[in-house]
């Protein structure tokens, strides 16, 4: 069965420092990968996801994520947070041919003014 | 478009007691899932359907059922509830899968909190 796996179960950040949030997968086929943001008080939504070309993705409110087939890696990054940035970040799998999202554990970030 | 609603919110039950969760979604989405979170555990998957009058198990089943009479709607029933599931629960739904590729981003509901007691 499928695993993913988030290294930081917490983080503490101040505004201006830069984020990395790792997240690897165990799985042998192709897959889709995705991260999702949980803001306080509210529902999953989807920072941005990579199906296929350019391994570097591009989400909203400057986030990215490289994936790098060889380390099966998704790792989530952003140069600069925000305060506005707490929440808890999901890194999450599914593979190409099913239909059924593997969630990692989740990592609260904590972004202090 | 409300995207995917969950109702109630909050629920309190008594070990025992038996209650029904509605998801609905205005999408026209194929698919349709149920999960609970729990800290440091991340999303897991309760039941999922495929389409209306169709569901299957996921990663946790055990003392859920489910029913899709409707392609819109999916509904979570406890029937003996038990507190370890006390847990936060997320409807979502996605487009079905195209041939053999799958572009499964998923749309999630608000949650419903419920406690048992």
């Known amino acids: 069965a499928q695993s993913v796996s988030q290294h930081n179960h917490h983080v503490i950040l101040s505004e201006a420092a830069s984020l990395e949030l790792g997240c690897n997968y165990s799985?042998?086929?192709?897959?889709?990968l995705f991260w999702y943001v949980q803001y306080p008080g509210q529902h999953l939504q989807l920072l941005l996801k990579?199906?296929?070309?350019?391994?570097l993705v591009k989400g909203i409110k400057g986030f990215e994520a490289e994936f790098i087939k060889s380390k099966f890696s998704f790792n989530l990054r952003k140069p600069s947070v925000q305060w506005s940035d707490t929440a808890e970040y999901f890194c999450?799998?599914?593979?190409?041919?099913?239909?059924?999202?593997?969630f990692g554990g989740g990592t609260r970030v904590l972004v202090k003014p | 478009n409300a995207g995917v609603t969950q109702t109630p919110k909050f629920r309190v039950l008594k070990t025992g007691q038996s209650m029904t969760l509605l998801c609905a979604q205005d999408?026209?989405?194929?698919?349709m899932y149920w999960y609970r979170q729990d800290p440091g555990m991340g999303l897991r998957l309760i039941h999922y359907?495929?389409?209306?009058?169709?569901?299957a198990k996921g990663e946790v089943p055990d003392g859920y059922n489910v029913s899709r009479l409707k392609k819109q709607n999916f509904l979570l029933g406890l029937e003996s509830a038990a507190p370890s599931q006390t847990s936060v629960y997320f409807c979502?739904?996605?487009?079905?899968?195209?041939?053999?590729?799958?572009?499964?981003?998923?749309?999630f509901g608000p949650g419903t909190r419920l406690t048992v007691l």
């Open positions: 979502a739904s996605s487009y079905s899968t195209s041939g053999v590729i799958s572009y499964n981003e998923q749309f």
């Open positions: 799985y042998g086929g192709t897959v889709n």
């Open positions: 990579y199906f296929s070309g350019d391994p």
């Open positions: 999450a799998v599914n593979p190409r041919a099913g239909n059924k999202l593997t």
């Open positions: 999408m026209n989405h194929e698919y």
């Open positions: 359907s495929v389409g209306e009058g169709t569901t």
